[in-house]
């Protein structure tokens, strides 16, 4: 059960840094603008705002991946702590976007369906 919440929070990890760049360089591409919906004139407008956020993406996908290799070197309890705190910010920001932008519950479960996954499988996985 462990290896599986492992799998999913990397999945989760390298989505996040997939939206990172997506964000933070290829935002006004017209790819990442029809992924977001947005036209030229809004993505030219929210670039800024993108950029910073693409960062932070970045930087829970970071926190996971840490506390993947600092798990898989033997100190379990500090990488499932990182674990779930990336994971779990990252299915938090899920949340926060499908309540307050019910008309994105797309993005919002594809940004938080691995993030929940391994959450629910890693707490699964230390409970036994």
Do not use: C
């Not at 935002?27 to 956020?53: H, K, P, V």
């Not at 299915?91 to 797309?106: E, G, N, Q, T, Y």
């Amino acid at each position: 059960m462990g290896f599986v919440a492992l799998f999913f929070a990397g999945l989760a990890a390298l989505l996040h840094v997939y939206i990172w760049v997506m964000e933070s360089f290829t935002w006004t591409s017209a790819r990442t603008r029809a992924t977001f919906g947005l036209s030229e004139e809004q993505a030219l407008a929210t670039q800024e705002l993108a950029f910073n956020q693409g960062f932070y993406n970045l930087f829970l996908a970071v926190i996971t991946l840490t506390g993947i290799v600092v798990g898989g070197i033997g100190y379990n309890w500090v990488g499932i702590a990182l674990i779930f705190a990336g994971t779990g910010s990252m299915l938090a920001a899920a949340l926060v976007l499908l309540l307050s932008s019910p008309d994105k519950a797309r993005a919002a479960v594809t940004q938080g369906l691995f993030p929940l996954l391994a959450v629910v499988l890693l707490a699964f996985a230390v409970t036994l």
